[in-house]
């Protein structure tokens, strides 16, 4: 037991104060319950309300001690500023203000001195908007037990951007390229199907990857093989300063990595054979799709499950028909270009 | 507070807000910094924060993160420096708005705090107080010693045009 009769007083005023530790109450009051003659005292304690009594001790009629423009016996140049900039502030009565008029009417002089506190209101430029004011807002995740079609559809879209992109890349290694410089664009040809892609990796990049290959592949005529590009490394901008897709029936695809400054290559179409595959089912599906529609789809789906702000634009030409595609995905623009 | 309320509160206090920080800051990615930080801190007090006070919550939100960052960035000497030397200066201005703006630049933060929440918003002596953290009277002060050195500012400029 901590408290006794020796130290009590320190823990006394704590108590008293509600400042004990809480695990020393219980002992207080056991000490307190043997000691019947202290519990008088704290009876005689109690009304000590200093600290409540002095907050609420405030001067009475305070505000009758402060003064109005009007009271202010002479308007001289003085507080001549004082009376125009409160003039401004609509903080002077009738009286005053014409106060103020019958002094600017003595003294000429003074009015350019009025006409420049007048100046000194600031005007807030509306033209001046915060940017990006749409990632500030928050998305509500509906939580529903059953996907409705929305979802559903949003869900399919994603599958299928992921599915087209799979699709763009050869399931297979690649052909061995052989690297053509250091800033060259490398050429992946596609295996088994018709879709064809170009890598453009900055000097840096194939220099780093350079490093990174096994002794007999880091020759002039390297095989690129290791370089295949999959998803995940899609995914990573770091490696990929752009990429260039073709694929049958669909428009040149054009992924820039817009972090990187490296100019990056030429545009190279890459003609494309007809698809032998035809048995392939989703080559089959991907040529029936709406290209436009499912991007729309996609992007919408993207941004409402991973409150995303993906930005689809579409440019159409006079016809009306659509000529170019661009998907704004921050680290990543992707533009499409339709052939004519 | 709801995420609607929030969501409106974007829609109508985001550019103010990011206006008298920009004012302030004279740093636009700064300022679009700090306007984030503002609603970030908002909807991580989103219960607490009733939604007819949103407004003050965020400028009040907004100058004390300002002003720590200015006094992180060591600005505040600066400022004060630099209100020292404006005559010295051999800018040349087309207007009285080129004036005005620098003339804003050079005065004190807290100056220029009040006058922007004064003149931007519209925001009452008490208000003002409420979210700069001073008293009503020092609001008034401020607003005084403000005016008083841009009409001077203004004056001296002029001559030089």
């Given at each position: 037991m901590m408290i006794n009769r020796s130290n009590y007083e320190s823990y006394l005023v704590d108590y008293l104060d509600g400042n004990l530790n809480p695990a020393l109450v219980p002992e207080m009051e056991i000490f307190l319950e043997n000691y019947p003659e202290l519990r008088s005292q704290i009876e005689d304690f109690s009304p000590f309300p200093l600290k409540s009594s002095s907050a609420n001790c405030k001067f009475p009629n305070k505000s009758d001690l402060k003064k109005s423009?009007?009271?202010?016996?002479v308007l001289d140049a003085l507080n001549f500023d004082e009376f125009c900039i409160a003039s401004y502030e609509g903080l002077l009565n009738n009286l005053s203000r014409q106060r103020l008029h019958d002094y600017l009417q003595k003294h000429p002089e003074s009015q350019w001195d009025y006409q420049l506190l007048g100046k000194t209101l600031l005007i807030p430029d509306p033209s001046v908007k915060c940017p990006e004011k749409s990632i500030l807002k928050k998305h509500i995740i509906k939580k529903q037990g059953v996907l409705n079609n929305f979802h559903a559809l949003s869900i399919a879209a994603s599958v299928a951007l992921l599915a087209l992109l799979w699709w763009m890349f050869p399931r297979e290694k690649m052909q061995p390229v052989e690297?053509?410089?250091?800033?060259e664009t490398l050429e992946y040809p596609p295996s088994e199907i018709n879709a064809k892609a170009m890598i453009s990796l900055s000097p840096h990049e194939i220099m780093q990857q350079e490093e990174n290959r096994?002794?007999?592949?880091?020759?002039?005529?390297?095989?690129i093989a290791d370089m295949q590009p999959d998803i995940p490394s899609l995914l990573?901008?770091?490696?990929?300063?752009s990429l260039y897709f073709q694929a049958p029936e669909l428009p040149l695809i054009t992924m820039t990595n817009k972090n990187n400054t490296d100019p990056g290559p030429k545009i190279m179409p890459i003609d494309s054979a007809s698809p032998e595959n035809e048995d392939n089912a989703l080559t089959f599906i991907l040529r029936k799709i709406n290209l436009v529609k499912t991007a729309e789809t996609v992007v919408k789906g993207f941004n409402y499950l991973t409150e995303s702000e993906f930005q689809l634009t579409s440019t159409t030409n006079s016809q009306g028909q659509l000529t170019q595609m661009e998907i704004n995905a921050g680290i990543f623009s992707i533009a499409s270009n339709r052939k004519n | 507070m709801t995420i609607e309320e929030y969501n409106k509160s974007v829609d109508d206090h985001a550019d103010g807000l990011y206006r008298f920080l920009l004012k302030n800051v004279r740093d636009a990615e700064k300022a679009r910094d700090l306007v984030q930080e503002s609603f970030e801190k908002l909807w991580t007090r989103l219960s607490y924060v009733d939604s007819h006070k949103v407004k003050s919550y965020l400028f009040t939100t907004a100058h004390h993160t300002m002003i720590d960052w200015i006094r992180k960035e060591r600005k505040i000497s600066e400022l004060d420096l630099s209100r020292h030397d404006f005559g010295a200066e051999t800018d040349t201005y087309t207007g009285l708005s080129e004036i005005l703006d620098d003339a804003i630049k050079r005065l004190p933060v807290d100056q220029r705090t009040v006058l922007l929440l004064r003149d931007y918003e519209g925001y009452r002596y008490d208000e003002i107080a409420e979210i700069t953290g001073l008293s009503e009277s020092q609001v008034k002060v401020y607003i005084f010693r403000g005016r008083m050195f841009l009409k001077n500012y203004i004056r001296s400029m002029e001559k030089v045009i």
């Open positions: 423009y009007d009271e202010v016996s690297i053509l410089s250091l800033t096994i002794p007999d592949i880091k020759e002039k005529d390297a095989r990573n901008p770091v490696h990929v300063s | -």
